[in-house]
């Protein structure tokens, strides 16, 4: 996916939420659930857009629905004025089609511990459209996101896979974390590099 794609999308996205409001209903919760996954697709691991993101979790689809679309519209605005420009070579937004590509480049570069969260990344949003796909919550009761194992033993419930496909996710995530918390000595490249497989072969067995 370029530049060109990723703010198309964006643009579509941040259309379909404004509908949704002027209609109201249920609309406004998947087009929220649906920008929410678009800016953690297209923007970085730790950029500003997915730090402030994060900070609107908690909320409500109702509560967070305005912010969560000007978090997307500068995202657009910033890809549209060059901000991709501005970005390490390695994680070009136009050079990587999507998050297992740019991961899997990482790796070759020799970068696995970004490589790992970046690919961890790939597979929790995409557990999370899964849910939204069979219709299983990704908030709790009171309105804090729910966890991606939480979601991963949700889905299992659900029968949208089994119980060894769930174990294999726990690890998945547990590998993740380790990265994203800085645990780089309790993995390798090579299971890094097996992450990524696995994750993208997932993907293509379960599509969301």
Request: with cysteine; hydrophobic share 40%.
């Amino acid at each position: 996916m370029d530049i060109k794609q990723m703010v198309e999308q964006l643009d579509k996205l941040i259309e379909q939420r404004r509908v949704a409001v002027e209609r109201g209903g249920t609309g406004l919760q998947l087009a929220v659930y649906r920008l929410e996954a678009a800016i953690d697709r297209i923007a970085l691991p730790g950029s500003t857009y997915v730090r402030q993101l994060d900070g609107l979790r908690k909320l409500s689809h109702t509560g967070k629905s305005h912010s969560v679309s000007q978090i997307a519209q500068a995202l657009r605005d910033d890809l549209n004025d060059g901000w991709a420009d501005s970005v390490v070579e390695l994680v070009h937004a136009d050079t990587h089609s999507d998050y297992l590509e740019m991961a899997e480049s990482l790796l070759d570069a020799g970068y696995k511990d970004p490589s790992a969260v970046i690919a961890g990344t790939a597979l929790e949003v995409h557990v999370r459209a899964l849910c939204v796909k069979h219709s299983v919550p990704v908030e709790r009761p009171d309105g804090s996101p729910k966890k991606a194992d939480t979601m991963n033993a949700d889905l299992k419930k659900e029968g949208a896979y089994g119980t060894l496909q769930q174990k294999q996710l726990t690890a998945w995530m547990d590998l993740r974390n380790k990265a994203a918390h800085g645990d780089y000595g309790q993995y390798d490249q090579q299971q890094v590099r097996l992450l990524i497989e696995g994750v993208r072969g997932f993907m293509l067995k379960h599509p969301a």
